[in-house]
């Protein structure tokens, strides 16, 4: 209840220096506002120290997390290998065992890359290769956009899933935030 | 053994059904799937950290349910495995057995000079067994002797020692010690059961031949089993015993009992060349005369096979992928091609080559992505705390200029002078009497003036709704007109806090000195620019590592390649070897059925 007040309390407050920061007509008024500003602004800026400060001690990690499972319903569609290149640099290729395949069969979920990654614009290329009751493999290749910012976790979830009449690697996307 | 049971049938309930949501969030819900992954791959111990943990987070009862099994079963799995270590307790130790790869890995390497010491430090019957192997490799016969015999006869490398010595006394000539060493081994214990007994009586064999003692040989082949892959090596003894005996009539069920096939190892060769001679000594040369046809017949169609393998590289490459990453399954002919092309000791070498250069490359490039991510890490710091500091000056030049506007309204707007001080005298005595209190100091005339103005400005905009005036809700409402909160001691400090940096800069201002948050820039600066300065010079090292480290990974690659290139090669080589010795075999055949034939012919002229 407490945090609900402290939440509509700062919520008006900056509202006010919101209006504040067009300033209203009159000198006093005009004066108030200046006041109010500057009562913002060091407010940010202890707030700004303080970050600055604890990045200092531990600057928190951009992150990019790449998992796998497989959402075929046919059981004989497995994975064969999946290659991983961000921004033109390899980051990850795995080879997929039998074992590892009944693993995703069952649900499970497998953590194909999880590193540190630079803020900005990323292009992910995904080459995969996927066969179907020990058929011929079959090349896929998939492009996945995204954009880093800093001390966030970026999670990408890579699916085989069944899409008309073909197979293909399909990516799903979320955020965290790290701090 | 009933929960095991259960837990198989839970297991297979639970792990059926694909992408059962454990529905919480995406996050805990990754976690389990993860777990599952993890179990299901055989990582019980990471299973059962992330299902430890996934039930500490607010989890819904079924989905508690399904990572507490989880969590019970990698538990479990664990359980099973360290009760089999347990039950293994009485073999060797595990330290024992991780000191027979390494002193084995080592000899297999030809590391004969790392083998020695390392052998007589750990003081174990594979120590010693392993020490005295890589005397015997490096020739010194007498010390090798001595460090065999030192293996004790309950070790289970005696018999491996016992064979060795054997082998020793035969290449001193004293075949009488070599007898004994053999027949010692075979009378105890300690070999009974064992693939080794086979390859002990063969070796007997050869030792009572080469002393002349040849029904004894005969008796000490013949012991040998038809079933065991060596009964080719002891047919052939036993034929050549039997020959100096002159007894060529019971070499010909002997030989026939071994099975050969097209294009025939070098034991087969020589059983087909002894069969048919035995036949001709016999006078059965229609048999020797169909024999050695059939054997040329056979060698014919092997020889375009062969000729096939060498020129398609396709077949080359199918045998080197064979070598290296192993088959699911294989045809008769490629067991039997895999077998003449492993007898090259030098594919074997090769092929480690290949898998070291490999296991070299992964571990090369595993660092190359570590200094990459540490780059990337490093790189977004120093962005970050640029841009920090960059927001920090900002801020601290916008605070400046709204104090010197605030100072240029001070000598006219700004001013109490000719404000009826009467209004809000009451209130501000009040109120700084409980701010002294509350801080336990003085509050300074400067903030004083700043005070009275704020409250100048609640009163004229008409707020009288702050009742207690000795606290300090009139100016919580001057920075917050909606303000409703009950004042706190913390929060009277903070405003205080604020409004004594307000006053304290602008008293700073008049004076021309640098404001609070001017005077704590410098310091930042040094501090974040002295972390930039340190982090660059990291990436650049960084940088050094990972061009060298790519640099290993290229020629880790090279040598990768040139090994596979070296080990095709090598391949098609042993292949031409093959078919050179069929081309030779072949010509002997020819030769002895020329034989048989001139032999029929001479008989149908005496005729």
Same mark, same amino acid.
């Given at each position: ?20 920061? $067009? ?99 990323? $292009? ?56 | ?23 919480? =969030? ?19 111990? =990471? ?50 057995? %991780? ?88 009378? =105890? ?36 089993? %038809? ?96 070598? %290296? ?52 890490? *490093? ?186 290139? =070296? ?7 042993? *292949? ?32």
């Amino acid at each position: 209840m407490k945090i609900l007040i402290a939440l509509a309390g700062v919520i008006i407050f900056f509202n006010s220096i919101a209006l504040a920061e $067009v300033p209203p007509p009159g000198r006093r008024d005009s004066a108030r506002h200046l006041i109010i500003q500057l009562n913002n602004n060091y407010n940010f800026l202890n707030k700004e120290l303080k970050k600055l400060e604890e990045d200092i001690k531990v600057f928190p990690r951009t992150t990019l997390h790449l998992s796998a499972v497989n959402k075929a319903v046919n059981s004989d569609i497995k994975l064969l290998s999946i290659e991983a290149q961000d921004n033109d640099r390899l980051i990850e290729s795995h080879i997929y065992s039998a074992l590892e395949n009944e693993a995703l069969a069952a649900g499970g979920r497998q953590q194909l890359y999880q590193g540190e990654v630079r803020e900005g614009s990323h $292009v992910l290329k995904v080459t995969y290769y996927w066969t179907e009751e020990d058929g011929p493999p079959q090349k896929g290749e998939t492009y996945i956009t995204f954009s880093m910012s800093k001390g966030m976790t970026y999670s990408i979830e890579l699916s085989l899933t069944e899409k008309e009449d073909n197979v293909v690697l399909d990516s799903s996307q979320f955020e965290f935030i790290n701090r | 053994m009933r929960f095991l049971r259960l837990a198989t049938i839970l297991l297979l309930v639970l792990f059926s059904r694909p992408l059962m949501a454990i529905a919480q =969030s995406p996050l805990e819900e990754q976690q389990y799937q993860r777990a599952l992954y993890l179990f299901r791959t055989g990582d019980y111990l =990471s299973s059962s950290e992330l299902s430890k943990g996934l039930l500490n987070t607010p989890l819904k009862e079924r989905d508690k349910d399904k990572a507490l099994l989880l969590l019970r079963l990698s538990d479990l799995k664990m359980q099973v495995r360290e009760d089999y270590l347990n039950f293994t307790g009485q073999s060797p130790s595990l330290d024992i057995y %991780l000191q027979s790869i390494l002193l084995d890995t080592l000899y297999k390497m030809r590391e004969y000079e790392e083998v020695m010491p390392l052998g007589k430090l750990l003081n174990s019957g594979a120590s010693r067994y392993f020490e005295g192997m890589g005397l015997l490799q490096l020739n010194n016969l007498e010390e090798a002797t001595v460090a065999l015999s030192k293996v004790s006869a309950g070790d289970r490398f005696y018999p491996y020692a016992m064979i060795s010595l054997a082998q020793i006394e035969v290449m001193k000539q004293d075949l009488k010690a070599a007898e004994g060493y053999l027949k010692g081994l075979l009378s =105890s214990p300690s070999i009974k059961g064992d693939g080794l007994t086979e390859r002990a009586r063969i070796l007997l064999g050869q030792v009572l031949f080469e002393r002349g003692l040849f029904p004894e040989a005969v008796k000490e082949f013949s012991r040998v089993s %038809l079933d065991s892959p060596l009964y080719g090596e002891a047919a052939i003894g036993q034929a050549w015993s039997l020959m100096r005996r002159g007894d060529y009539k019971r070499v010909i069920p002997t030989l026939k009992l071994i099975k050969s096939y097209p294009p025939y190892d070098a034991v087969e060769r020589e059983a087909m060349m002894i069969l048919g001679y035995c036949f001709l000594k016999l006078g059965r040369v229609e048999e020797a005369r169909e024999h050695y046809q059939q054997l040329l017949d056979n060698i014919n169609l092997t020889e375009g096979r062969l000729e096939e393998m060498i020129d398609d590289s396709s077949i080359r490459q199918r045998y080197t992928s064979i070598l %290296l990453e192993g088959a699911s399954s294989l045809t008769g002919e490629e067991q039997y091609y895999l077998s003449v092309i492993k007898s090259d000791p030098t594919i074997s070498d090769i092929s480690r080559e290949y898998e070291a250069l490999a296991t070299l490359k992964t571990a090369f490039f595993k660092k190359e992505r570590e200094s990459a991510e540490k780059e990337a890490y *490093l790189g977004n710091k120093i962005s970050g705390l640029e841009e920090r500091l960059r927001k920090i000056e900002e801020g601290t030049d916008r605070s400046k200029r709204i104090l010197l506007a605030i100072k240029g309204k001070e000598g006219q707007r700004f001013s109490i002078e000719g404000f009826d001080m009467n209004d809000i005298t009451y209130f501000a005595t009040n109120t700084f009497s409980y701010w002294e209190w509350t801080l336990g100091r003085k509050v300074d005339d400067e903030t004083k003036r700043l005070v009275i103005l704020i409250m100048r400005y609640w009163i004229e905009s008409g707020r009288p709704e702050c009742r207690n005036p000795l606290y300090i809700c009139h100016i919580l409402s001057f920075f917050n007109p909606m303000w409703k909160m009950e004042e706190k001691p913390e929060e009277i400090r903070d405003i205080i806090w604020i409004i004594e940096r307000i006053s304290n800069d602008l008293m700073n201002i008049r004076k021309g000195e640098k404001t609070h948050f001017e005077s704590m820039l410098p310091g930042a600066r040094e501090k974040v620019s002295e972390i930039i300065s340190r982090d660059k010079e990291n990436i650049k090292k960084l940088g050094e590592i990972r061009e060298k480290l790519r640099k290993s990974i290229q020629e880790t690659g090279k040598g990768s390649e040139e090994s596979l290139a =070296s080990l095709e090669m090598r391949i098609n080589e042993r *292949l031409l070897k093959n078919r050179y010795e069929l081309t030779d075999f072949k010509a002997s055949i020819t030769t002895w059925l020329d034989a048989a034939n001139n032999t029929e012919l001479a008989k149908e002229g005496t005729k």
